[in-house]
């Protein structure tokens, strides 16, 4: 969601128990707490919780400076707020208050124990209630944890197999709690990513690599698991389950040493969580015949994010136009235009870098830093640490 001048977005995270969640958010949230990001990065990121904050803090410098890998989280779904703003020190323009002033994203991690052991009672209601918190998101994240692929070199089926089993059963046994009198949801996470946790471990894996085992070894596990989630969503022919690809490491591990500067895939989370669904969603939008209320939802939260991109000059115009494209351009807060999305979609690195430097010009600083993020993406894929769908 979004205020006038805030972009809110949720990523859900899902990884059986010791597949290093706990460590994958320490990783992420420590760096940005270190002397000297807010003025490398333009920006700041708070914890919205002090107590969440401090000890995501704890967890990743016990990581930097004495080897200590934190504790997993067990049995209880928990949902960070990190607040993204303008680094303190940079100015603003006084005659003029930027299109956004601040991004939240909220991480929603779910307990792996929850996909492979039974619960009951209030452990049953707390898995419901946090599976609940996390269907406004966006993007989802299936973790393969790398180490049990190394464990099972030569016959990957097997853990790939029951890795896809347990997610598909963990969903399959929420069904009836969170469909609404059976009916499918508009609102639900519509791209599943399946990430290499712990991606240190395969160094010599790129991304198009991991993509190719899951796909000869599980390819049939994860279309079993895609056709569940199709069957909890509306229209879900605008979906993506297992098309898109990433690694992920939150450091080296050594005996004795965990080197947290060399991270792979992490930085991506954000530029993931803040502009891929804005990709993507306009693309299904202008692409497919959907359902009035699937159609709405995602020109909504396109326009949110183009909106937060000042739906960057270069490339846009107000313009009014006549029928289905006005209703369109109504869609997304009659700002823009079809014509003017398809050039966001269509635009060329040269084309972004001209937009973020306008943008800094305005001293329009998140806004240049979102703009940043989809140029951080196309780098990550010409690195082979992310593969994004072509659909």
């Known amino acids: 969601m979004a205020t006038k ?6 990523i859900a995270v899902f990884g059986e ?8 958010i320490s990783s992420f949230f420590g760096p940005t707490q270190e002397d000297g990001y807010g003025e490398r990065n333009l920006f700041d990121v708070v ?12 967890n990743y410098l016990g990581m930097r400076n004495s080897a200590r890998v934190p504790e997993p989280n067990k049995f209880k779904s928990i949902s960070y707020s990190f607040s993204m703003k303008r680094a303190k020190g940079l100015s603003s323009n006084p005659k003029k208050r930027p299109p956004v002033d601040e991004v939240r994203l909220v991480w929603h991690d779910y307990p792996g124990e929850w996909f492979t052991q039974r619960v009951e009672g209030e452990e049953a209601t707390r898995r419901v209630d946090g599976f609940r918190a996390l269907l406004g998101s966006d993007v989802a994240v299936l973790l393969v944890d790398a180490q049990l692929l190394l464990d099972n070199d030569g016959q990957e089926e097997a853990y790939l197999k029951s890795l896809f ?16 009198d059976g009916k499918p949801l508009v609102v639900f996470p519509r791209i599943w990513i399946v990430a290499l946790s712990k991606s240190d471990l395969m160094p010599d ?5 991991f ?3 899951i796909i000869e070894k599980s390819a049939g596990d994860l279309d079993q698991l895609r056709k569940i989630i199709e069957g909890l969503v509306a229209a879900p022919e605008a979906l993506a389950v297992g098309e898109d690809f990433l690694l992920l490491s939150s450091a080296k591990f050594r005996p004795g040493e965990i080197e947290v500067s060399q991270r792979v895939g992490v930085d991506l989370l954000l530029p993931i969580a803040a502009v891929l669904p804005f990709e993507r969603h306009a693309n299904w939008a202008r692409t497919m015949q959907l359902p009035p209320k699937v159609a709405e939802h995602l020109l909504n939260n396109a326009g949110r994010i183009a909106t937060a991109l000042a739906l960057i000059a270069p490339f846009m115009r107000k313009v009014k136009l006549p029928g289905p494209i006005a209703a369109l351009a109504a869609g997304l807060g009659a700002l823009v235009s079809k014509e003017a999305i398809d050039k966001v979609l269509d635009a060329g690195r040269a084309k972004l870098e001209e937009a973020k430097a306008e943008a800094l010009a305005r001293h329009n600083y998140l806004t240049a830093v979102l ?15 992310l593969l994004r769908s072509r659909k």
């Open 205 to 209: 894996t790129d991304v198009q690599q």
């Open 165 to 180: 089993r347990n997610y598909r059963a963990g969903l399959e046994s929420l069904r009836d709690d969170i469909l609404d």
């Open 47 to 58: 914890a919205d919780d002090t107590g969440q904050g401090a000890k995501l803090f704890q």
């Open 17 to 24: 128990s010791g597949s290093g969640k706990t460590v994958l």
């Open 5 to 10: 001048n805030r972009l809110e977005q949720h």
């Open 371 to 385: 703009t940043r993020f989809r140029i951080d993406l196309e780098d990550a894929e010409h690195a082979k640490v």
């Open 211 to 213: 993509k190719e085992l």
